[in-house]
């Protein structure tokens, strides 16, 4: 299918071209503006530029902040994801087992947390669960005799307590996105594998895992990525404005939010969030290498 | 084989435990804030895990004593506006990179996918001193670019991969016929990609509905909060008197949105990965 079309193709994608232009390409070029001047509350109009000044400072100083930032995005992505995979994929399977006549309401119930507005379901969490006084965590440690927790108080069950809400927020796509895979799995293969002696394990090593692979990779490349870039969990339970937990959590994405709106540093934050588009741009190259040989 | 039955059966048995307990844990925090916004007084305060009294008051005082409808309006208006714009520009641009061969196409289309990986929030302050500049803060039309802009990326992609697996023998055949590339678009395309549309717009839609920081940032005045912005305020004054009245505003924010949810959900396997697939 080759069409040579003059400028048709050009008149079709213009309005959707200029659109992303304006509002993607052209502000990450003035946050790269920004991020060589010391442009912050004081300096609002008379900025000057300070050359690699914010990089130095975010990349060498270790009580800048911005380092221990990268450790935590690396623990919360990695973690998450394994987490993620492994549970998805056992869930799924399990839904689809043979005699469940059950399963589609699982399923369809296992999708709520998905279709709930993220930040209701953080803020509902955030009182509703987390919560001291009126968390329904607390209210079973204290039913069962064990003192109070502060979950968000400090960062290390901060962090976990994030990392539970998180798991329960995007687990739901998971196991969609493997349910779907796995329903496509021939099922001779795994008739032909039983008569051949093969059990269980190996079964889903040798055949479930290589058959959902190709379907599952992008789905799990595009979580990676929203792990990655996860800012409401973190921002809404632990420092919204006014109501600080005490936990100083910061993954890079957070950190460069701080800077900019609380701390008004908005040459150090520019900094900062070019480094991390240099990052994600380095990963996805690495990723395209991936699964080269697929035509776009 | 009657031993391969009776353990077949407790394997399910012990499944059917599993999945029923999961559901229920899952749903804890959802069924919480509903029974909250059912129950009447200051029951938050108290240890009791059971409703003394159904009563809708919270829902009245949401409705009447909140702004809640004027955001629900506020709302309405950037969600459809930004379906509007993202499908606008999305739908022609996805045909074009899905039917055409032209120069740069391919570089273009990896480019989308870097930018789609860059966290809009990052380049957030950029967006606000820009905005200001050219008098777009407070305005809905500002907003809705922002987020149009954003949604076009995802739209552009994933509309491509679905298009991709239309035959293309249907439009020549049709173009032999006369038909012009955009009578091709509406008359052959949209009916044949229905679900990759469908999916695509109820997305947009879910994503400005559901997005509270943009909006937070960038409309400043109480009378154009979107619901998220009206219940960002509502938690965040002094959420133990409001507490309540917040779960029934939660309730009520998200109904629309799991009615849309659940509506959509058979075409969301095919819709989602037609394009993820290929990409």
Redesign the interface.
């Known amino acids: 299918?080759?069409?040579?079309?003059g400028t048709?193709?050009?008149r079709?994608?213009l309005?959707?071209?200029v659109?992303?232009t304006?509002?993607?390409?052209?502000?990450?070029a003035?946050?790269l503006y920004?991020s060589f001047t010391n442009m912050n509350l004081y300096h609002w109009d008379d900025y000057r530029f300070i050359g690699m000044n914010n990089y130095i400072r975010a990349l060498t100083k270790i009580d800048s902040g911005f380092l221990s930032a990268i450790v935590t995005t690396i623990i919360w992505t990695v973690l998450n994801m394994v987490l993620q995979i492994v549970i998805s994929f056992f869930?799924a399977l399990?839904?689809n087992?043979k005699?469940?006549k059950?399963g589609r309401l699982?399923k369809?119930?296992?999708?709520?947390?998905?279709?709930?507005?993220?930040?209701?379901?953080i803020?509902?969490?955030r009182?509703?669960?987390y919560n001291t006084?009126?968390g329904?965590l607390n209210?079973f440690i204290?039913?069962i005799g064990l003192p109070k927790v502060e979950f968000l108080s400090e960062n290390i069950p901060a962090f976990f307590s994030c990392m539970v809400l998180n798991l329960?927020m995007a687990l739901p796509f998971l196991i969609?996105?493997m349910d779907?895979a796995l329903q496509s799995v021939d099922h001779s293969y795994y008739e032909s594998a039983k008569l051949d002696g093969a059990g269980w394990w190996a079964r889903n090593i040798y055949i479930t895992i290589p058959c959902i692979w190709?379907?599952i990779a992008?789905?799990i490349i595009?979580t990676t990525?929203t792990t990655f870039?996860q800012?409401?969990i973190i921002y809404l339970l632990t420092m919204?404005?006014?109501?600080l937990t005490g936990a100083t959590l910061n993954t890079v994405?957070t950190y460069?939010?701080q800077n900019?709106?609380v701390s008004n540093n908005?040459g150090l934050?520019?900094a900062v969030?070019i480094v991390?588009?240099g990052f994600?741009?380095f990963f996805?190259l690495f990723i395209?290498r991936g699964i080269k040989g697929?035509?776009? | 084989m009657k031993l391969k039955k009776v353990r077949c059966g407790i394997l399910l048995m012990v499944l059917n435990l599993f999945f029923i307990l999961l559901c229920l844990l899952v749903l804890i925090p959802i069924g919480y804030a509903f029974f909250l916004s059912i129950s009447s007084g200051n029951s938050t305060f108290q240890n009791t895990l059971w409703v003394k009294q159904v009563t809708l008051q919270n829902y009245k005082a949401i409705l009447l004593e909140e702004p809640f409808l004027i955001w629900l309006k506020n709302s309405t208006i950037l969600s459809v506006g930004t379906m509007g714009i993202a499908m606008g520009t999305s739908v022609s641009a996805a045909y074009a990179f899905s039917r055409f061969r032209f120069r740069g196409r391919e570089q273009i289309l990896k480019l989308l996918l870097v930018l789609n990986a860059f966290p809009q929030i990052l380049s957030m302050f950029a967006i606000f001193r820009l905005f200001k500049n050219i008098h777009l803060i407070n305005s809905y039309i500002g907003l809705i670019l922002i987020y149009a802009g954003s949604m076009c990326i995802f739209g552009i992609w994933n509309m491509k991969g679905y298009f991709d697996t239309i035959p293309v023998e249907i439009e020549e055949s049709a173009a032999i016929d006369g038909a012009s590339p955009s009578q091709v678009i509406r008359k052959i395309i949209l009916p044949l990609a229905r679900p990759a549309i469908i999916v695509t717009a109820v997305m947009v839609l879910i994503f400005v509905w559901n997005e509270y920081l943009f909006a937070t940032t960038f409309l400043m005045k109480a009378d154009s909060y979107s619901l998220a912005g009206g219940l960002y305020q509502l938690q965040s004054n002094d959420y133990s008197r409001n507490w309540p009245i917040f779960s029934a505003a939660s309730i009520l924010t998200s109904i629309p949105i799991l009615i849309l949810f659940f509506c959509i959900q058979k075409y969301m396997v095919s819709g989602l990965t037609a394009g993820g697939v290929k990409g």
Do not use: H, R
Request: aromatic share 18%.
């Open positions: 299918m080759k069409k040579k079309n048709l193709p050009w079709f994608s309005p959707s071209m659109l992303i304006m509002i993607i390409i052209f502000p990450i003035f946050t920004i869930i399990g839904l087992i005699g469940l059950l699982y369809t119930l296992l999708m709520f947390p998905w279709a709930m507005p993220a930040y209701i379901s803020l509902l969490w009182v509703g669960m006084e009126y329904l209210k204290t039913a329960w969609m996105m779907g190709p379907i992008p789905a595009m990525f870039k800012f409401d919204q404005k006014g109501s994405i460069a939010y900019a709106f908005y934050s520019s969030s991390i588009f994600i741009i996805s395209n697929e035509n776009i």
